[in-house]
């Protein structure tokens, strides 16, 4: 499919874009095949997700992964980040503000729960989910049952498909249109 994702994106100029927007599984594949790359295409996913926090603690599978993200996100935010290593269920540093699952866990939670020590998650630290189908995850509804505030994927895709729009076109967009359209895609 890297092929493909080449042809693909060499297609684009001649049919006169200017831009796309790339997501999962090819958001990392098409950054050799860019134009210009800077440290903020690399980290824009995560520079988002983590504004105004105090510090970050990523956990993921490969340890590779870890530390090369955990870097990443430190230099591009400014904001000092560890790693943990995913080995059973994930402990949440106290302290933690924000809690975000932004992998494929939760898709089929009945096959691959988010594997997390609830008991370490206070109820002033808010939940965020990247999944867009179910709007609100397993994942999410412990969360509210906890008393944490929560934030779906729906929500997420809305604010950034905004924020794309208007910093292609100018145009300042109207979040109900947003709402109206996802939600229609959906089914809901």
């Not at 210009?36 to 992964?65: P, S």
Request: proline fraction near 6%; hydrophobic fraction near 50%; glycine fraction near 6%.
């Amino acid at each position: 499919m890297t092929g493909m994702l080449g042809h693909l994106v060499a297609a684009l100029v001649p049919l006169g874009y200017r831009g796309m927007c790339v997501t999962v599984p090819y958001k990392v594949a098409v950054i050799p095949l860019l134009d210009e790359a800077d440290d903020d295409v690399c980290a824009m996913a995560v520079e988002i997700a983590w504004a105004g926090a105090a510090m970050m603690t990523l956990v993921m599978r490969r340890a590779k992964q870890d530390c090369e993200a955990a870097a990443l996100v430190e230099k591009a935010s400014g904001v000092p980040s560890q790693r943990q290593a995913w080995q059973q269920e994930v402990e949440v540093p106290a302290g933690t503000t924000l809690l975000m699952n932004a992998t494929h866990l939760g898709c089929a939670p009945e096959l691959e729960p988010v594997p997390v020590l609830w008991d370490t998650v206070s109820t002033d630290c808010a939940v965020v989910a990247v999944i867009t189908n179910p709007r609100i995850t397993p994942f999410l509804a412990t969360a509210r049952d906890r008393g944490c505030r929560t934030v779906d994927g729906v929500e997420m895709l809305v604010q950034l498909a905004m924020q794309i729009f208007q910093r292609w076109t100018g145009l300042a967009p109207e979040e109900k249109v947003f709402q109206r359209a996802v939600a229609e895609a959906l089914g809901e």
